[in-house]
């Protein structure tokens, strides 16, 4: 992009510190979603939902991603995580928490970054870059956790599983066009996971074994989102929408995890009270000596095992557990 910088070349030589994997398979990695995948936007928020942990390093050759709150100038080139631990696509998701950043304004937030670099770099040569960059959306958890599942919410009330799955991915559609009308091209989509196997949900629920009640309750949103998907495909010229069957993987994960590594599948790592599930990961407290057996680090939340071990098939799987294309194929693309 003549003698200015270009989005994904700030300079900085990926791999070398900051957790980057070779090559730049893709400009740039924009994120979007919940605490699943929030490294820091909640921190200044007052909240009581926060995901400051360090972010996993990128199979993409990307370093690693800066939050939103923290992302400032050259920073931003190679993207910008915007995800929010506790926010939902409905407003009102994640109330409970006070502070948290919903969907429609983490890509108002997107926005912002994107009229920055467009000032900086001109707008033909920032559409060109952000049509070749990834946008990782992962979202939903907590329209069921923070919302439908909460006694203080009436949402159940007025929702049966299937009504409520057809709103979120309404929503979902609206929100992941405007994202498509702002240049995105390639998406990347995760499901839900096996919700009714969290330690909360156990504690919550007293049970020793997966609640089938609640993993029957978000199925719906997952077979929605990938009717969705095709509807998006064929419908907006030149996107490509990929899903990752998180649901699959951890039904897969959670039948055969002993061959997996895996000792531990019904507690926190680091959690308090039944299941390790009662009360999540307080700051300072001493998490379980062997987390690397551990599916899930806390109430809510996978270990650093599993999410690297979901990326790789996430990456390089076939359409089992991604489809049409995993995350390899679409970036080459």
Known sequence: MNDKVALGQDGDPVGSTQGGGGREMVPAL??????????????????????NY????????????????????????????????AAGILDITGRNFVGRIPFDQQIRNFQNTLDQVTDNLGASDVSNAIARCIFFV???????????LMPNYNTKNQYNAQQYADLLVSEYSRQLTTLYNLGARKFVLAGLGRMGCIPRILAQYQMDRCSEEVNQLVMPFNANVKTMINNLNANLPGARFTFIDIARMFEDLLTNYRSYGF???????????????????????????????????????????????????????????????????????
């Open 263 to 333: 000792s531990v599948i019904d507690r926190g790592c680091c959690g308090i009270g039944r299941n390790g599930g009662q009360i999540t990961c307080l700051p300072f407290q001493t998490p379980c000596a062997n987390r690397e057996q551990y599916v899930f680090w806390d109430a809510f939340h996978p270990t650093e095992a599993v999410n690297i071990m979901f990326g790789r098939k996430a990456f390089y799987g076939d359409q089992s557990v991604v489809y049409p294309m995993n995350i390899q194929q679409l970036a080459s693309l």
């Open 54 to 85: 360090y972010p996993y390093a990128e199979l993409l050759g990307l370093p690693l991603i800066p939050a939103y709150s923290e992302a400032s100038g050259a920073q931003v080139l190679h993207g910008v995580n915007y995800a929010s631990a």
């Open 138 to 148: 992962g979202m939903g958890s907590n329209d069921y956790l923070n919302n439908y």
């Open 30 to 51: 924009f994120i979007f979603g919940d605490s699943l995948i929030d490294n820091g936007n909640n921190n200044n928020l007052p909240s009581f939902a926060k995901a």
